[in-house]
């Protein structure tokens, strides 16, 4: 055995929802956000109190899945690599399925940012990036042992990832990224003057 070997991993999962055909339904899908927006005035209402300067169907319309076959057809993409990363995880759901239960749009102008949070009431959560352009902000990650570190020294200018507090991913139209539910995350200010607009969404079993 290796005198130092590291333990109880953090994984984050990132891949290109499909191989082809991604670009006819990321257009389908961008449409939709977009039209959506325009139409839910309650959650244009509720993005006002609870997403200041950008809009959010969170609060109004979380499971697009079930009402929208474009996105039901997104589902379907990100369903295998959901199995995936639970495969890589080494769960054992007991015969059970992992199935979306929640799913809404993210539309962020500039300056619009999503403070740290996790989703509870469920177990694998993602994002799915419709639109992004050049210089928008990542999905930024928290190290979830962060409050135990206690009187522990700063970390060096440039530690080794598997040192570092927090790690950004980011935002590429066509890829989802997956992660479990207890990962403390955010996203920080849009700075750019461009919209950028995501697909979230939540798995239970």
Known sequence: MKPI????ATVIYQDRLRRT???ALNRELLRECRQLRDFDDAGRRWSAKNYPGGYTSYGTMDRLQEFSSTFRELEQNIDRHVA????SLDWDL???ELRMTDCWVNIM???TAHSLHL????VISGTYYVSTPRGCA???FEDPRLSRFMAAPPRTADPAPS????????????????FESWLRHEVTANPVNRERISISFNYDW
């Open 5 to 8: 070997q590291s333990w109880f």
């Open 163 to 178: 040192n570092r507090i927090h790690v950004t991913y980011p935002a590429e139209a066509g890829r989802v990224t997956l």
């Open 21 to 23: 055909g991604g670009a």
């Open 138 to 140: 990542g999905l930024k």
């Open 84 to 87: 995936a990363f639970a495969k």
């Open 94 to 96: 007991g015969g059970r």
């Open 109 to 111: 102008p500039r300056g």
């Open 119 to 122: 989703h509870p009431n469920s």
